[in-house]
Nanobody, 125 residues
Framework: QVPLVESGGGLVQAGGSLRLSCAASGRTFSSDGMGWFRQAPGKEREVVAAIRWSVGSTYYADSLKGRFTITGDGPRNAVYLQTHRLKAVDTAVYYC??????????????????WGQGTQVTVVS
């Protein structure tokens, strides 16, 4: 069973918005934080945004600051990504991650032990 389930992806016009959601699927787990990553065809997985519950800190990829906002509910292992002013370059599969260990920084995928199957976001001009 996939531990995390993402939803909210889809096809959107450039300039539009989407709200992605991620929730734990039938299990509870401890996690110092959760995050969103994305992977476009032929490219490596990259961080989009992440949040650390213990101190309430967030991380955003530089290119996405001001357009994307991460929020969440730590006790419920849920995280959301509000996107605005989407561009074609934002087209990718967006993955939710959890199980962040306290010793890891937010932006490194290897620090997360749980992943969802991803939700496709396609931005068309």
């Amino acid at each position: 069973q996939v531990p995390l389930v993402e939803s909210g992806g889809g096809l959107v016009q450039a300039g539009g918005s989407l709200r992605l959601s991620c929730a734990a699927s039938g299990r509870t787990f401890s996690s110092d934080g959760m995050g969103w990553f994305r992977q476009a065809p032929g490219k490596e997985r990259e961080v989009v945004a992440a949040i650390r519950w213990s101190v309430g800190s967030t991380y955003y990829a530089d290119s996405l600051k001001g357009r994307f906002t991460i929020t969440g509910d730590g006790p419920r292992n849920a995280v959301y990504l509000q996107t605005h002013r989407l561009k074609a370059v934002d087209t990718a599969v967006y993955y939710c991650a959890a199980g962040l260990q306290a010793s890891w920084v937010l932006e490194v995928p290897a620090g997360y032990g749980l992943w969802g199957q991803g939700t496709q976001v396609t931005v068309v001009s």
